[in-house]
């Protein structure tokens, strides 16, 4: 069978169907779906009217839905490599030698050491199903190495757990009611279309739209005002505002008194910070940063939009730290629509213990690599400390070769022919180019799934619109069947899908209305920590907190310098920051064409000023690089960038640029000071004619 397009001249049409399902991208905005199926092909993807924070509209990119179902260039068959590792050639063979063979030489490996096979994946699917489910169980059964999943948001996360107690926030909906929001670090045009709906209402109720972003994005110019601060210096404009909230008293003294930890110790540290010193650091004048602090400090309801990207730097978790304190020093959260938002996933009561099954492992500790370490990790030799080399990758909902840093040191890694690689995937990406083996997914209108939330609280149930295309098979199928080659024979890998969807939030979620209408609302309150009640050790948003002191680590937030700052080289003068593309969404979509079309090619965003001074022209090829390695790609003279900045637009395919390469060529594998995550946007670089 043949990827197969709708075919708009059937003679007698069969009466459509529409099946609810969820959208599976890593967004905030986790959209609730309708599929129109006829004749058992799926005609087109909408969003689903009844869903309020979905409201029938779905982004460019998943209304693209069935274009990418149907791609000409789907894999349909597993496939197995007949060329150099990188070659992209391959043969086609059955399911059965395929999973034969991968389980004979996983099991060969794991006889000597499960250690030297690693899992890797992360949020090609945000689904609780195929996503984490049936491949936990397997790599824990098998004892493998475990995987710290860490690539995109965990800075954040960590920050929020250990300010507000979990990754909490006020509920999305109650931005069209706020007199200011801040959004902070966030392209919400692109990247979290459902609230940006949410603050135009307010934008024409009265609110006043703020915009902090090294860049001039589509949203910031949207805004009201765009503060244009240097890439990881978020940090230091909390504190300066925390500290213009002091000097004018623009505080809530009975908060801050019922419902906060260790403010004598914030406070003192905010008053070092005044508006002079973050203009300084943060490169804008001193009075936008009074003029901030006065809107925030008097305007309510006050509401801030945070997102993950001022997090991708050296100090990117002591920055959401900060902010996420200003809420409590001026009560917002007392306010339905005042406080702040970077996730609400932690809201959701899944059972991942019951989806992922660790008590697997038996007795067993298996080490645990970092997802953004690979390239390093993957050129590693076994030692004490580092324990076995690793022998075997198996990728599925990611593509490492496009999107971990510094790409150049993760293809060496991959090129390894004792290597053996096996990657579960929808097309030939980057990653797949390097697989033993090459199996081929299922897209979300073909199998069950169920969804929570970052953006919004309720969850999503995904139902199967469309037989599989070709010999496609579900992840969870995949990893039961070489449960069965291996010999594992525990009850839980013969669990089906739909079970698991049952089984994912247990009791907690009524299951017969994810099925009725496709999505269930979780029971959380309007505003969540009017009356304190945070879910910390102490009940109160921790200032300060005792946890990471004991670790070491200062108790309080503080500006932690980018290791790469911005004006600190003079071989690379210039920070750059890699925002995804507006049509892409990390590396998917990529492929697409009609999407591809729209952004054209890679792009990297400068300031006039900056390429004057190099000799550059608007739209000619550049050489972006430094010392881990040197990108091609056109430039393009924007007002978009602000001086000492570019934008490296991804993420591209290495093999749809220009010179087989992405901006992650530029990137480094450092950790962020919090959460271990990577640090994207702290890098500096130099920029030449090509």
Known sequence: MHAMAPDPHTKELAPARQVLGACPHDCPDTCALVTT??????????????????????????????????HAERLLHPMRRVGPKGSGRFETVSWDVALDDIARRLGAIAARDPQAILPYSYCGTMGLVQGESMAARFFHRL?????????????????????????????????????????????????NLHFWRLAQEAKRQGAKLVCIDPRRSE?????????????????????????????????DHDYLAAHTLGWEALRERALRWNPERAAAVCGIPAQQIRDLARDYGTTKPAAIRLNYGMQ???????????????????????HRAGGMLLSNSGVFPADRAYLQRPDLLGARSPRTLNMVTIGDDLLRAASPAFGPAIEAVVVYNSNPVAVAPESGQVVRGFAREDLFTVVLEHFRTDTADYADYLLPATTQLEHWDVHGSYGHTDVVLNRPAIAPVGESRTNTQVFRDLAARMGFDDPCFREDDESLCRRAFGDQVDFGLLLQQGFATLP?????????????????????????????????????????????????PLAMIS??????????????????????????????????????????????????????????????????????????????????????QLTSQRLTDLGRAPVFYDCLVEVHPA
């Open 37 to 70: 199926v006829r004749d058992g092909v799926a005609l087109r993807v909408q969003g689903n009217s009844a869903h309020r924070p979905t409201g029938g509209v779905l982004c460019n990119k998943v209304s693209h839905y069935v274009e990418r179902t149907y």
């Open 143 to 191: 004892g493998a190495s475990l995987l710290d999943r860490t690539i995109c948001a965990s800075a954040g996360a960590e920050a929020l757990t250990q300010t507000l107690g979990g990754k909490v926030g006020m509920k999305v909906e109650f931005f069209a009611e706020a007199k200011l929001i801040l959004v902070w670090g966030s392209n919400s045009i692109a990247s």
């Open 219 to 251: 949203t910031a110019e949207k805004c009201h005002e765009h503060v244009q601060l240097l890439p990881g210096t978020d940090a230091a404009l909390a504190l300066a505002l925390m500290h213009e909230l002091v000097v004018n008293d623009w505080l």
């Open 312 to 334: 991708r730097v050296r100090g990117g978790g002591n920055a959401v730290r900060a902010v996420a304190c200003l809420p409590a020093l001026t009560g917002a959260w007392r």
């Open 524 to 572: 959380v309150p309007d505003a969540p920590f009017a009356n304190g009640g945070f879910p910390t050790a102490s009940g109160r948003c921790e200032f300060f907190s005792e946890r990471l002191a004991r670790q070491g680590l200062d108790g309080l937030p503080d500006h932690v310098p980018n290791y790469e700052a911005a004006g600190s080289s003079t071989r690379y």
């Open 579 to 664: 925002p995804p593309a507006r049509n892409f969404l990390n590396s998917s979509f990529v492929n697409v064409q009609s999407l591809r079309d729209i952004e054209g090619e890679p792009l990297l965003e400068m300031h006039a000023g900056d390429a004057a001074a190099r000799g550059l022209a608007d739209a000619q090829v550049v050489r972006v690089f430094n010392d881990r390695g040197e990108y091609l790609c056109r430039l393009r003279i924007s007002p978009r960038a602000r001086p000492g900045v570019v934008n490296g637009l991804g993420i591209w395919w290495r093999k749809l640029g220009l010179a087989g390469t992405n901006v992650n």
